[in-house]
């Protein structure tokens, strides 16, 4: 972190509020007793996916297309008024025995940490081609930003899991973002406000021994994220 820099809050200054883009979007937050249960069931918040304003049938296909388990937005169950669900529609408050046998679908892959200099901002995250990912981020204006690049991967049988251990440890870091994504708002969870060797020690100690990892410049990377 820059000496004298303000640790945003969570719910801190909108990085990304893009006027142009903001019309006629809807977008939804997770509360924060969505974000302390997903904590306690260990998923990461940058793993759900927002499904405010969408019917069941739009959320479970766009889902799938992302490779997401859990939405949050849905209609409110009728137990508990809800609004956490996996991507075929149960409420993972009401039956938790539903996260585990969603986890166990997750594949392996990549978690990686990209940055944008331009922001300050770093993410953590996963995904199964760390050659285009990169990229996306910068066609969504992922944070705001569009000058993502991919710093470090690591590559993980239980890509989920160590997201979460990674993310977990910078929470204190984490700052709320919003991207643009097939005509829709986001909301984004998993940006980060930190100093490269910070992001890079949570990614690192989150992974198990002897993991493959690639790293792009550490002595670039720790000049512009200081
Ligand atoms: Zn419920």
Redesign the pocket.
Known sequence: MRPGAVQASKYGPNLCRNDRLVAGGRMGELSTEELDFLRSQKIAASGVFDATGMRKPEYASAMKEAGLSFAFGTTP?G??G?TLRTRHGH?I??NTAVIAYQLRHHKPGHVYLAGSAASGLLKIGTTADVGTRAWQLCNWRYGGASDWEMLLASHVENAGSVEFAAQDKLRDRATAGEYWREGRRQSCYELFRCSYDEARDAVLSAVPANTRTEERDLARARSLWA
């Open positions: 169950c137990n508990g809800h409420c408050q009401c």
